[in-house]
């Protein structure tokens, strides 16, 4: 089992910034990804943005240019630095961990994200 714990998240005005970081722990793989997902009310789970072991990095085209994943493997931690915030931005964002060995997908808790003024 892999337990993520995530931080940060609130309310921000349209044009701000938010960081949020998880911190990941229990069964962990070296090959893994790490990334965020949004989920605002009635729509599916959608990814923002993910980051291999290796530091290769992908990222919602909505958020391109606005939005910088990274991670500190040393740590087994991620972080998302979210910048130009849009009300659009507003979600629940959860922390992911995907096991490349044995292909198991494990989530946080879910951090809130309002973007209002």
């Known amino acids: 089992q892999v337990q993520l714990v995530e931080s940060g998240g609130g309310l921000v005005q349209p044009g701000g910034f938010l960081r949020l970081s998880c911190a990941a722990s229990g069964s962990l793989f070296s090959r893994n990804t790490m990334g965020w997902y949004r989920q605002a009310p009635g729509e599916q789970r959608d990814l923002v943005a993910d980051i291999t072991s290796g530091g290769s990095t992908n990222y919602a085209e909505a958020v391109k240019g606005r939005f910088t994943i990274s991670r500190d493997n040393a740590k087994n931690s991620v972080s998302l630095q979210m910048n130009s915030l849009k009300p659009e931005d507003t979600g629940v964002y959860y922390c992911?961990?995907?096991?490349?060995?044995?292909?198991?997908?494990?989530w946080g808790q879910g951090t809130q994200v309002t973007v209002s003024s």
């Open positions: 992911n961990y995907y096991n490349h060995a044995v292909h198991a997908n494990y």
